[in-house]
């Protein structure tokens, strides 16, 4: 199975601070029709988790432009700009490239 | 909107049996690539089963955990899916969500403990 490296395992930030949180997969995650399947998820506290970016750097619906996502391979980046208190909670990263579809172990954004 | 959600969660005795169900709106169902993915704070995330639209036949695929003793189907008619879970362990304790591409359920949970 592919295996998700997340880092850090959690972060302390301030309201309005950017930060970024790394995603390395085992393998490469480019599938055989050139495009690349990771996703990253937020689960808030006592929710269930919400896509927010999929295939690399693409918004999902409702989702702010505070929120990026870049990377390619096997080397991903989430970066959060002016981080807000609804942006708390576990942040995970998933890959759909290879079966099984597999998970980082998440990020805990906190506030400091 | 996308809805997804499922029932059928509770606890159950190590060797029984229970099945979930995920209903579902806002999209074609009949068309859409469906999974059951479980969390538990020992594994994490754990994608466990996946079913595939009619044109494949209802193809369906399974973690290696789980292989041969769930069941995952789907009713078109009822914009549903399920999941027929034997043979419980307790390492199958987590909370089970029914997803959809970006979408997911609210969850359900299963315990499985004597």
């Known amino acids: 199975d592919v295996v998700m490296t997340q880092t850090p395992p959690s972060l302390s930030v301030a309201i309005g601070q950017s930060v970024s949180i790394s995603c390395k997969s085992s393998q490469s995650l480019v599938y055989s029709d050139g495009k690349t399947y990771l996703h990253w998820l937020l689960q808030s506290p006592g929710r269930s988790p919400k896509r927010l970016i999929y295939q690399v750097s693409n918004l999902g619906s409702g989702v702010p432009d505070r929120f990026s996502g870049t990377g390619s391979q096997k080397d991903f980046t989430l970066k959060i700009s002016r981080v807000e208190a609804e942006d708390l909670g576990v942040y995970y990263c998933a890959q759909t490239t290879h079966f099984p579809n597999t998970f980082g172990a998440g990020t805990k954004l906190e506030l400091k | 909107e996308v809805q997804l959600m499922e029932t059928g969660g509770g606890l159950v005795q190590p060797g029984k049996s229970l099945k979930l169900t995920c209903a579902t709106s806002?999209?074609?169902?009949?068309?859409?690539?469906m999974n059951w993915v479980r969390q538990s704070p020992e594994k994490g995330l754990e994608w466990i089963a996946r079913i595939k639209p009619k044109s494949t036949n209802y193809a369906t695929e399974y973690a290696e955990s789980v292989k041969g003793r769930f069941t995952i189907s789907r009713d078109d008619s009822k914009s549903s899916i399920y999941l027929q879970m034997n043979s419980l362990k307790e390492e199958d304790t987590a909370t089970y969500y029914c997803t959809r591409g970006g979408g997911w359920g609210q969850g359900v949970m299963v315990t499985v403990s004597s």
């Open positions: 806002g999209f074609t169902f009949s068309t859409a690539w």
